[in-house]
């Protein structure tokens, strides 16, 4: 999972020549609770015929600085911030990724190639291409500029929508996964696509500016909201869009797949509060996970199977939905944990080590709320299980007596091959363990978890990848064991 963003304008004198590298940068720090491993910016000044570019490890801010932006020139940009689920720490497996060759070409994406070790060994065979990185982009950009090399009549020949069609159509057809990709063309445009099932979001933005509409493409509207772009909708499943330098927007469905299948998580944990993701509010959706998450909460203190006195939050995600499930029980609500707001979001760490030491750090306990309390705690959802043993654990230590774990994602029991770090099955705590299983092994007295018709009633659509809930995989997953086998291993 990572966070994309493009913006691309007409020039005008009141503007600094690095005007859409620094709006991207400013989009990229609202998406940066999407990726916190590295960052990137590229652009393309068309007059100095030129991409410039810098990436680097660490949060936004520490990857690029304000002596960065300034050398990235021109009416168009991309960024990128990263959460790594393939490739390794090196700066060369960092996004944007930029070719020359045959023709200037640079990308950002989000998301997972599953087939990504069986189509390198075939497209290398084919075109004789070196991969010089572990990045499933690396793929796509070669992929990309081929098929463009092949349509185009000749070198002289203009590149026209038909062509980049025709690209996009290639990766939707050969590329199995999940992605929401952005790229440049040097004096051509800004293009932008999805993966056919839809299951990585990306929107776009219009603006008007005082030589012409400026337009965004970002994975989450508040990018959009931030930066003042209307928000103008979706990105179509399996759409490729070209926004030219002269303004012209050109979009088409090239993809075709039997059933849209956007990720539940993130509405349930990725996407930020303030966005929305299908036209369906962030917010909204996670005080309706709470709302339905109250009625199995209801039942088993109807059946004297909790008591709870209060109910706390697992800061952040989760307070939304707290926040509803305390309304909708008539308890009171309290923050019995407070977050250091300088750590990581642990799930997205990269290593378990890093994640269990930042679970330490990041939370502090309010003794005089939790001690001889029943406390039912909540959260967005339990991966590994980790996270949530070490925080039962420290509640206890400050003196809790019972603690209900509330849970607004049913038990993830199957592998993620589509940008989420969590292909193997047997990472999972939910993966062949029961509900009591469970609640004993992090030390609850019991798990209350939402059930599949739950979900989707909280979120409003069926149409969904619930693929790590319930096995039922939107692509083909016959190569899921080589790709968990062989992706990033720390």
């Not at 939050?313 to 977050?339: H, Q």
């Not at 750590?343 to 939790?370: C, G, M, Y």
Request: proline share 4%; aromatic share 8%.
């Amino acid at each position: 999972m990572c966070g994309v963003i493009g913006i691309i304008g007409p020039y005008h004198e009141e503007k600094v020549p690095f005007w859409a590298a620094y709006e991207a940068y400013r989009g990229l720090l609202t998406l940066q609770h999407r990726g916190q491993d590295a960052a990137g910016i590229l652009s393309f000044d068309k007059d100095r015929r030129k991409f410039f570019g810098k990436k680097n490890l660490g949060l936004v801010s520490q990857a690029l600085d304000q002596t960065d932006l300034e050398t990235c020139t021109g009416n168009m940009a991309i960024a990128h911030t990263r959460y790594a689920t393939m490739g390794s720490d090196e700066v060369s497996d960092l996004q944007p990724m930029v070719t020359g060759f045959p023709f200037g070409v640079g990308m950002v994406h989000n998301g997972n190639i599953l087939n990504y070790h069986s189509l390198a060994k075939r497209l290398g065979e084919q075109y004789d291409f070196q991969l010089l990185t572990n990045n499933d982009l690396e793929l796509m950009l070669h992929l990309w500029c081929q098929k463009i090399l092949e349509e185009r009549e000749s070198k002289n020949t203009p590149l026209e929508f038909k062509h980049v069609k025709k690209a996009a159509k290639a990766i939707f057809d050969e590329a199995n996964g999940a992605y929401a990709l952005v790229g440049l063309m040097g004096n051509v445009g800004m293009f932008a696509l999805r993966d056919p099932n839809g299951i990585r979001p990306l929107v776009l933005g219009k603006r008007a500016g005082k030589k012409g509409a400026e337009y965004c493409v970002a994975s989450e509207s508040l990018a959009l909201n931030f930066l003042g772009f209307e928000f103008e909708r979706d990105i179509l499943p399996g759409e490729v869009i070209l926004i030219t330098t002269k303004g012209e927007v050109f979009s088409e469905v090239v993809g075709a797949a039997p059933r849209k299948a956007h990720c539940m998580f993130e509405w349930i944990y990725f996407a930020g509060a303030e966005s929305s993701i299908e036209e369906r509010s962030v917010y909204s959706t996670r005080l309706n996970l709470g709302k339905v998450l109250a009625k199995k909460v209801q039942k088993a203190w109807d059946n004297k199977e909790i008591s709870p006195d209060f109910v706390c939050p697992v800061p952040d995600t989760s307070r939304t939905a707290s926040i509803s499930l305390a309304e909708n029980l008539k308890l009171p609500y309290r923050e019995g944990l407070i977050k250091n707001r300088y750590i990581q979001r642990s799930f997205i760490l990269n290593t378990q080590d890093k994640r269990e030491k930042a679970v330490a750090l990041k939370l502090s306990p309010v003794r005089s709320e939790i001690e001889g309390k029943n406390i039912l705690l909540v959260d967005d959802s339990v991966v590994r299980g980790t996270t949530s043993k070490k925080i039962i654990e420290l509640l206890k230590r400050n003196g809790a007596k019972e603690i209900t774990l509330a849970i607004t994602c049913p038990p993830l029991r199957y592998g993620c091959f589509y940008g989420i770090d969590f292909p193997e099955e047997s990472d999972l705590i939910a993966n062949g363990k029961d509900l009591d299983s469970i609640a004993k092994w992090v030390g609850a007295n019991k798990v209350i978890y939402l059930d599949e018709p739950d979900l989707v009633e909280a979120i409003g659509t069926e149409s969904l990848c619930m693929a790590c809930v319930n096995n039922s995989y939107p692509t083909d997953i016959s190569e899921g064991k080589v790709f968990a086998s062989k992706r990033r291993n720390h």
